[in-house]
């Protein structure tokens, strides 16, 4: 067993140092019982609650940091906390300590045999490093879902929260230390560098969650070995179909592109079915009346005027802004086709009235959200009632589309014999009985 | 929609030409319906049947190339086909095409408000890249579960077996092309640059899985950026701990040792309570009886005489061979921490009576199997039930442990409304009612 070596306590310690101490740390909340980590979580309610004062105090700090160095508004505000904030962040750790614990979950029981019984179980991932931008927010929310499900977390955040990220960090270390368990599951990383030499020791850290621009998360996913949970682009796109409704389609195509354009779940592009050009125009005076510059193809540009050609280019950006590209297309396999080409496979949307035309779109297109008569914006881990939502991953392996608390765990198989042998089997007389039981079923 | 250029049909395709053909094909492959995928299962059956001459010349050829290059006769064992074998895998095919098709199951199914209905379902990975060797069974096993699952995949097999495995691809392709399906969800890669070529293509390719040598797997890990189901090692651990039966320990760590030494869930270390000691002397007999290399720490060489001692590389050691390394512990913690210090986190065991001590090393062992008083041997989807197995996976990500065709699997989140957009909830007024349906209700 590792120990924190002595000396002061502020010497920073290695980065290989703290992802060692984070497994033996987690090794230990992810074994305990369900009990300990909901008291963990109840204790951070409440330090979060006894230190509003020293929480909004070094946050201020890193506010007049940012406004001296002329950050960027949209980021000031990203990085500010608030009484309010800190209210909903308590309500929801409050809400996690209230959720069932996960750990141990059976998923599936079988008998392979008389006196020989198998259980799936659900158990911690382990060592989870999460980079994320400004929002100090992301602290208590991450850390409280990794708590939950019994894992360890290195929180490296941006260096303009450090203050703010330090002191939030301390409420999750001190709850974990007031229940008598390894603080270390918990810590705060800082400085690039650090977050560099992390990312290379993918036989201490299972899982990378980036939380940040597609930039960070690009860059991350091409320097590291370690499974990354995320997603680069949101590339969304909107059908309208021959026999999509026109009122229907001009409120899900602005509410898609209009009521957060910067998020990874807005429509970027719209693929209209020629049969629906002529009811177009209404649908395009919607969005331009809410401020969105149209690009349209040459086919587009025949009903709607004045609007910028659309060039190659546009089918491939997530504008993250009021800027969205139309294209006309034949029919609806022109739209799907015209989909996997260009689409990230996040989150595409048909609007229609046709249910036979829905069910081929929600049969063909592959992405891992794809919706009828919905707006893009529904992709999303509170929306689809998931509770906490750990990010949204393009990636087909392990977990796809907004990801809950199940993206932090993986499973166990846990045999209990009566002394069996595999050579027991076949040839020499036992056979396996392989009996499904109710994964409810006392062992 | 790309088509194979024209020109002899000999002529081979590029790498990326094959892995684009592949993916096009999976589509058709993996949204037509189930009836469809069942008949290309039956069709195959039919065509190995049909076809046992062709495909046992074939292997001929290949036996008597592998014959007069001198490869080593174990090898040589493993790429024979016989009649009995392709009764095996045709029965294995005709049980697959029995089984449910898996896509479009509903895993989960929520209502997010009236007229606003979420359901995750199955949907396939993609495309597969299969690295294997010398086994051209392998081509059928694998074949036939991507089939099942809806995914193509690019089958990269060993030189030596190149007339056998093109005959039984060949036998995929014509039943994919007997149902009007394209062909190219099944193809036949030659030539290590082709697979070094593919490796590259983490566009176009989902999942990679090599069956092989534990060297295969750790080259493949460290030379792409595709995810790999696999594990390059099986380091699995029997624990005989104070309260162990005896008899049972040498039934066990025999059956662990012996049964299939090659195997990755062989048994290479046996962890020893002290107390146990006593009663080490005829489990260790046992072993030595069955012809295996005993080497013993100096603790455990107190009451075991005539073996060789071990040094700190034999901890780390997958023998695959008849050769175990034992060391006295002084209690479940220091084998636990062994196990975590030095494992591989495959499948390690506990035998003993005392039910608390088992309860606490299934709990603390963090392997993807944990067994109580049975053989390592055991994990194996066959044993667990799982149906055909796709492989043992050591990594916490997507699937671990012995992996079904559910790790061919993944989800697509579907989500039906009628006309809602997001900004209509919150302040605007709609709420959520996040009612968790059960998946078998009626949409």
């Not at 796109?237 to 409704?245: C, E, K, P, R, S």
Request: glycine letters at 8%; a negative charge; aromatic letters at 4%.
């Amino acid at each position: 067993m590792m120990s924190r070596p002595d000396g002061p306590s502020d010497d920073p310690l290695s980065p290989r140092t703290q992802a060692t101490l984070a497994r033996e740390a987690q090794r230990a909340l992810g074994t305990c019982s369900a009990e300990r980590r909901t008291a963990v979580l109840s204790k951070l309610a409440q330090l979060i609650d006894e230190r509003r004062g020293q929480l909004l105090a070094a946050n201020a700090q890193d506010l007049e940091a940012a406004a001296a160095e002329g950050l960027a508004m949209p980021l000031q505000k990203r990085l500010g906390l608030s009484e309010s904030k800190l209210d909903g962040l308590r309500a929801g750790v409050l809400q996690l300590a209230e959720t069932q614990d996960p750990l141990g979950t059976v998923l599936r029981r079988t008998e392979l045999d008389e006196g020989l019984q198998l259980r799936q179980v659900r158990s911690p991932l382990g060592v989870l490093l999460v980079i994320f931008e400004s929002r100090p927010d992301a602290v208590i929310q991450i850390g409280s879902l990794a708590l939950r499900s019994g894992n360890a977390v290195l929180l490296k955040g941006g260096r303009e929260a450090l203050h703010s990220n330090r002191a939030l960090v301390d409420c999750l270390r001190d709850a974990l230390s007031s229940e008598g368990l390894l603080p270390d599951a918990v810590c705060c990383v800082e400085g690039r560098q650090a977050a560099t030499a992390l990312l290379d020791e993918d036989a201490l850290i299972d899982l990378v969650i980036p939380r940040g621009s597609s930039e960070l998360v690009r860059s991350i996913q091409s320097s590291t070995r370690i499974p990354v949970l995320g997603h680069a682009e949101g590339v969304c796109h909107l059908y309208l179909d021959a026999a999509a409704n026109s009122q229907m389609a001009a409120h899900i195509a602005v509410d898609g592109k209009c009521d957060y354009p910067a998020a990874c779940n807005a429509t970027e592009t719209l693929l209209v079915h020629e049969a629906f050009l002529p009811q177009l125009p209404p649908v395009i005076e919607a969005l331009t009346s809410h401020g969105v510059e149209v690009r349209v193809c040459p086919r587009t540009a025949a009903v709607i005027d004045d609007c910028q050609p659309t060039t190659d280019d546009d089918w491939r950006t997530e504008y993250g802004d009021l800027v969205l590209s139309v294209k006309t297309v034949t029919d609806a396999q022109e739209a799907i086709d015209h989909i996997h080409a260009h689409g990230s496979g996040h989150t595409d949307v048909i609007v229609t009235d046709d249910q036979l035309a829905a069910d081929n779109f929600l049969d063909q297109v592959d992405s891992a959200s794809v919706f009828h008569n919905a707006s893009s914006r529904f992709a999303d881990g509170f929306r689809f009632g998931l509770g906490a939502e750990v990010g949204i991953s393009t990636s087909r392996i392990h977990a796809r589309g907004p990801v809950g608390i199940d993206g932090l765990l993986t499973t166990r198989w846990l045999l209990r014999g009566s002394g069996q042998g595999a050579g027991d089997y076949g040839d020499a007389g036992r056979s396996f009985t392989h009996r499904h039981l109710s994964p409810d079923t006392e062992p």
